[in-house]
């Protein structure tokens, strides 16, 4: 009857249009080849649909990771609003393992948090479609759609997930969580909108470590690209061949 | 065929009841209205018949782009309705049942349960400096195995 009027566009629609780009894309650097097409990986409009021509991607040098500190930690926890506390059924984004190597007696510290997978298997055991990853690579929960089964969190293997068990408030209006769903690092998505870097690394760079870079993987021109251009970079749990976003290196 | 005529005559009579007894549940409506505090602003985005009925139709809508296209506009996003919408006795849209959406929501009878996770109230700070929503503490490392079991 009376339908709203609005905007002609949906999921869909989105999806079908950056299928679309995509191939046209493609079509261009087959007409042309030797000349590489890069997407833009500063600050989009904000009515601009994310695109697969950027994907966003961390490298963690665990050497420049320092014993002790957990400010990416409180970061995370200050800009998300999660309570900081690190019991069974608090929500955990990002955590700071030590590890060593019984071997060899090399030990290190990093921070462990959703790796951003290309090959999510959070996304793939979903039942409802409530996890998913964003075109532009970042994996999400989407609390409307997300029934709070938490196959996710079984299928993950960095155990980035965690579950909401009591009501929450005073949440943050940019972050909005709540009971009865399962959340993890969105790699500040709210932030990385408006051109900013995550909580985490922004605290990593403030503390002088320098340990986290964050950037466009698909643009050669920023810094995470050159870096994993540069080091030899490991995937935590390669062999699973995820493709994760999230590298480090010195492990 | 007399009956097809019928029929559409009981449709024509079904109809003008319809039509003679809506300005009558409007009337018993405008009784008894809900008092809401409008918050900040002269106009809403749209208006207000329309968005008096089709608010949570544009809310929905924009949600789906935002949260899975990361279209971000303001002129339909929830952030923006409580920006303007917040009561400035109590700051939230929904504290009291005089606040914007408690308001009709109550009247209406129809619950709501957007602010389970959503902010009823609008930024405080500039963004990336809220306020510490609740206690936050350094986390201390997780020396325990299970995690170190994430790296293999």
Known sequence: MNEPKRPESNLE????????????????????????LYGIAQAKPAE??????????????TNKCATGCTDCVTACNTENGLSGKTGPQDSQWIRKVDIKNLQTGAQHTLPM???????????????????????????????????????CMMACPYK???????????????????????????????????????????ACDK??????????????????????????????RGDLRLNTGVRYQGI | MARLSSWLRLAALIGAAAVLAAPSFQAAAGADKPKLEH????????????????????????????????????????????ACHASEKTGSVAATKEDFCAACHSYAGVKLDCWDCHATKPMAKQPGQADAQAEVKASPLMPNPQNGGAKQ
């Open chain 1, 13 to 36: 629609n989105g999806e079908r249009r950056s299928f679309l780009v995509a191939s046209a894309a493609l079509a261009g650097s087959a007409v042309a080849p030797g000349v590489m």
């Open chain 1, 48 to 61: 601009e649909a994310v695109t697969n021509k950027v994907r966003w991607g961390m490298l963690v040098d």
């Open chain 1, 113 to 151: 948090m959703c790796q951003h997978c290309e090959h999510p298997p959070c996304v793939d055991v979903c039942p409802t479609g409530a996890s998913f990853k964003r075109a532009d690579g970042i994996v999400l929960v989407d609390r409307h759609i997300c029934i709070g089964c938490r196959y």
């Open chain 1, 160 to 202: 980035a997930r965690s579950f909401v068990h009591e009501p929450l408030t005073d949440q943050n209006p940019e972050v909005p969580r709540g009971k009865g769903c399962v959340e993890s690092c969105t790699f500040c998505v709210q932030r990385v909108d408006r051109d900013q870097s995550p909580a985490c690394v922004e």
């Open chain 1, 207 to 236: 503390a002088g470590h320098k340990a986290m870079v964050f950037g466009d993987l698909n643009n050669p021109e920023s810094d995470v690209a050159k870096a994993v251009k540069a080091y030899a970079t490991t995937e935590v």
């Open chain 2, 39 to 82: 918050g900040k602003g002269d106009k809403c985005v749209e208006d207000t018949d329309f968005m008096r009925r089709n608010h949570m139709e544009l809310l929905k809508h924009h949600r789906d782009e935002t949260v899975h296209q990361g279209i971000r506009t303001t002129k339909y996003s929830l952030k923006q309705c409580v």
